[in-house]
Nanobody, 117 residues
Framework: QVQLVESGGGLVQAGGTLRLSCAAS????????MGWYRQAPGKQRDMVAG???????NYADSVKGRFTISRDNANNTVYLQMNSLKPEDTAVYYC???????????WGQGTQVTVSS
């Protein structure tokens, strides 16, 4: 059983930064794909960023140039660095893992990110 635990969410003003972390219960090296999704109230859950074991990344157009995903296989952690935050980035952010890009089978419980204007 895989457990993913997100942390680092919070309240920040527009233009600010946050770094989300996702700690896995076991080795993330077995997962080719790690990713971050988000879901705002009344909206569907959308992929924000993904990264393969080899370091290939994929970003939603809305966050390109502002967000950076990275993975530390040695410490079984995935990060999402979020810069230049906007109110429309407000959502619950979920960490996900899977065997193939970008198909995710395991999910964390989510962490709230709120960006005030």
């Amino acid at each position: 059983q895989v457990q993913l635990v997100e942390s680092g969410g919070g309240l920040v003003q527009a233009g600010g930064t946050l770094r989300l972390s996702c700690a896995a219960s076991g080795s993330i090296f077995r997962f080719n794909a790690m990713g971050w999704y988000r879901q705002a109230p009344g909206k569907q859950r959308d992929m924000v960023a993904g990264i393969t074991r080899g370091g290939t990344t994929n970003y939603a157009d809305s966050v390109k140039g502002r967000f950076t995903i990275s993975r530390d296989n040695a410490n079984n952690t995935v990060y999402l660095q979020m810069n230049s935050l906007k109110p429309e980035d407000t959502a619950v952010y979920y960490c996900a893992s899977g065997s193939r890009p970008w198909e995710f089978a395991y999910w964390g419980q989510g962490t709230q990110v709120t960006v005030s204007s």
